[in-house]
């Protein structure tokens, strides 16, 4: 017998699935038969059969994903299981987590959130035993070693999991598992890893090459060398490959990679796609270049070209097995790169098109992409984001997801993140989800957005990047837990990563204050504050902070109009001034933790007009204004603040004039509270994650 103080149970269940795993690969099998199912569950103290009627029926899985590796997954088991998570809240029919980013203790707190551990805590409950942590934190332990032990991230594991299904789980006496499937493989190599600090020399570059330029029309070539030169970048460290010219725009033209006399950076690619394949050997073999920014579509997104597209991304990642890493491909179908601390801008996209004013003085963001559109359209519509970089990553033939959050992940410079994606490339997910945490660890927030969520927009994907889409709601469970923002639509993710930089360097909490001049936004506000996973609460406010508002008013003689609490109507006479004095108040009140205030710009007493005819100099250009005092009052406090300004047209200018500042605004107060309510839970997630790594 064991002695109880050395025993380890992991290691005895690892070691009966390692034998059972011989045993069924000598006999051809990938799968453990019934008799072999049954000792392993024997080998953690359960028995393979029904368990008690009326008890809580549980699934436990891990599952060897495409994108994460080993994932784990609890929840309802049995019947309940079948039912259309469609129909549960979030983290309700199940919770799923890396099984490389978890612990037992972790995945427990996430479980504690399922329907299936709160009818086991109300049975415990009603039958008067302690709720059944212990045991499950138990189980997932074991689950989560077995998943280490025999993951492709293991060099020494024998064999990889596929998967293992313990379904109609119950805790009783003995634990019963109902039934289970149990799968294993062979290791396959992975790809070769990426030598990433040449990512530096992509967006940093001391010289640029491009080849694609026409000499006659304004081809793609031709725009982005335009634009390259437009951003600033000298003509001096330009160089245009093209046979039979001497320069072009003033720019001196090569005539091949190995005419030039110093190693390029950077070389941009605009040809046509089907010289790109022999060009990228070229490339390969002259060792001519550090970084490669692949421009031209349709490698891998159609049938014809799968296969020699493919083939392409072999011969790229063979040459990383080189000495130097050899040099790093973004994209193909790519847009390309704008930045601004490198001084240049390769977009194929006019500037007439896209301007790109700065906004501020220091940008403190990122924007990845697989869709170069995407990130024209949120900049379009969202100029005051301009992003400190933004990289389109196409295709991915190449750099990844994954290698392109570890490197920004790293970056002092860098606070928030935002990232579209269609799909990850084998195992990348996981490279991902560990970029994010090391993000997250590093003070940062990552905003992202998965597209190809139905089955029609996982073909449309397929068809624009040949990415695979892969499961949404394992997409997001794993990412939520790795300390993502994972927005759902194109408007929550732009309210997202909007306000995750507007209010990185202010504290937060879940206690809002809310005001308005308006009856329908105060309450709007408070109807707003909660989330499928997470909720705000209205702070109480103090006796003191009632006087002080009640003062407020009294000297704007409103105070027979309005009844000071939380949420507060301060009626449409109230002007600049009063709303400005009772937000400052609020967030004095230490039972506030940020503020979200309605700036009523179509009330009569509020300058929000650029210009006025009724009441002329009474406008934007007044120092009494909004626009004057709200800044200043944002920068000296700590705590958030949200200003709204719901109206039309006429008022954008007062919006942008805020934003400008620094001021967060959003255009209506659903948006801005639930904006916050995601920002404050993702905060505190990753508040919560550095304390468990500390």
């Not at 805790?171 to 600090?197: C, D, M, Q, W």
């Not at 490198?342 to 301007?355: A, C, K, N, V």
């Not at 400052?584 to 006025?612: C, K, M, Y």
């Not at 942008?656 to 967060?664: I, N, S, T, Y």
Request: glycine fraction near 10%.
């Amino acid at each position: 017998m064991n002695d109880r103080s050395t025993f380890n149970p992991g290691a005895a269940v690892n070691a009966v699935a390692g034998e059972l795993f011989k045993q069924a690969a000598s006999e051809g099998r990938d799968a453990l038969n019934t008799a072999e199912l049954e000792k392993f569950v024997a080998s953690f103290g359960a028995a393979l059969a029904e368990g008690t009627p009326g008890g809580v029926d549980l699934r436990i899985e891990l599952n060897n994903t495409r994108e994460f590796g080993i994932v784990i997954t609890a929840g309802q088991g049995g019947i309940d299981a079948q039912l259309d998570r469609d129909n549960f809240r979030k983290d309700r029919a199940s919770v799923s987590a890396s099984v490389e980013l978890t612990d037992a203790a972790d995945f427990l707190g996430l479980f504690r959130r399922t329907l299936a551990y709160r009818k086991m805590a109300a049975l415990a409950q009603r039958d008067g035993r302690r709720p059944p942590d212990q045991v499950l934190e138990f189980c997932f332990g074991l689950m989560l070693g077995l998943a280490r032990e025999y993951s492709a991230t293991n060099p020494q594991a024998p064999f990889v999991l596929r998967t293992l299904e313990l379904d109609s789980v119950q805790f009783n006496k003995k634990p019963t598992v109902g039934s289970a499937r149990f799968e294993f493989g062979a290791p396959v190599a992975g790809r070769l890893p990426r030598p990433v600090h040449k990512i530096d020399k992509l967006i940093h570059p001391q010289s640029i090459g491009i080849i694609g330029v026409s000499a006659t029309s304004m081809n793609f070539g031709r725009i982005i060398l335009k634009n390259l030169m437009g951003s600033g970048y000298p003509k001096e460290k330009l160089t245009i490959l093209r046979p039979g010219e001497t320069e072009i725009d003033g720019v001196r033209c090569v005539e091949s990679l190995k005419a030039l006399d110093h190693k390029l950076d950077l070389l941009i690619v605009a040809v046509a796609a089907d010289a790109v394949y022999g060009l990228v050997d070229e490339i390969i073999e002259t060792d001519a270049v550090e970084s490669v920014m692949l421009i031209p579509g349709s490698l891998g997104e159609t049938a014809k070209s799968r296969e020699p597209a493919a083939a392409l991304a072999a011969r790229i990642n063979a040459a990383h097995g080189r000495p130097d890493g050899g040099p790093v491909f973004l994209g193909a179908n790519c847009l390309g790169v704008v930045s601004h601390p490198g001084g240049y801008d390769s977009w194929f996209i006019p500037l007439e098109r896209l301007p790109k004013p700065q906004k501020k003085p220091e940008r403190n963001s990122v924007m990845l992409s697989q869709s170069g559109a995407f990130m024209i359209t949120r900049l379009s519509q969202n100029p005051w984001l301009d992003p400190r970089y933004m990289l389109a990553l196409g295709n991915q033939t190449d750099l990844t997801h994954g290698d392109m959050l570890g490197f920004f992940a790293e970056r002092p410079d860098i606070e928030t993140i935002g990232v579209y994606i269609e799909g990850f490339k084998d195992g990348d997910g996981l490279d991902f989800a560990k970029a994010v945490r090391r993000a997250v660890e590093n003070g940062k927030q990552v905003v992202v957005y998965k597209s190809g969520r139905t089955e029609a927009g996982a073909g449309g994907v397929m068809g624009h990047t040949a990415s695979i889409a892969g499961d949404p709601v394992l997409f997001e469970s794993v990412l939520r837990q790795a300390g993502a923002i994972v927005a759902e639509d194109f408007n929550t993710f732009d309210d997202l990563f909007y306000i995750a930089g507007a209010l990185h360097h202010k504290k937060v909490g879940k206690r809002i204050g809310a005001i308005s001049g308006a009856g329908f936004e105060a309450v709007g506000m408070a109807d707003s504050i909660v989330s499928e996973t997470f909720a705000l609460d209205m702070g109480a406010l103090e006796d003191a902070t009632v006087k002080r508002v009640g003062e407020i008013l009294a000297a704007k003689r409103l105070d027979a109009l309005v009844e000071v609490r939380n949420p507060i109507d301060i009626n449409p006479g109230a002007d600049d001034e009063a709303h400005l004095l009772i937000t400052q108040a609020f967030l004095d009140d230490p039972n506030i933790d940020a503020v979200v205030v309605g700036l009523d710009p179509t009330a009569p007493s509020i300058r929000a007009l650029e210009s006025s005819t009724l009441r002329p100099g009474f406008d934007l250009s007044d120092p009494k204004g909004t626009v004057h005092l709200m800044p200043p009052l944002v920068e000296r406090n700590d705590k958030p603040v949200i200003g709204i300004v719901d109206g039309g047209v006429l008022y954008d200018a007062m919006a942008a004039r805020l934003m400008d500042q620094g001021v967060c605004v959003f255009r209506n107060c659903g948006r801005g509270t639930r904006a916050l309510v995601r920002y404050v839970e993702a905060r505190l997630n990753a508040d919560a994650i550095k304390n468990r790594n500390q």
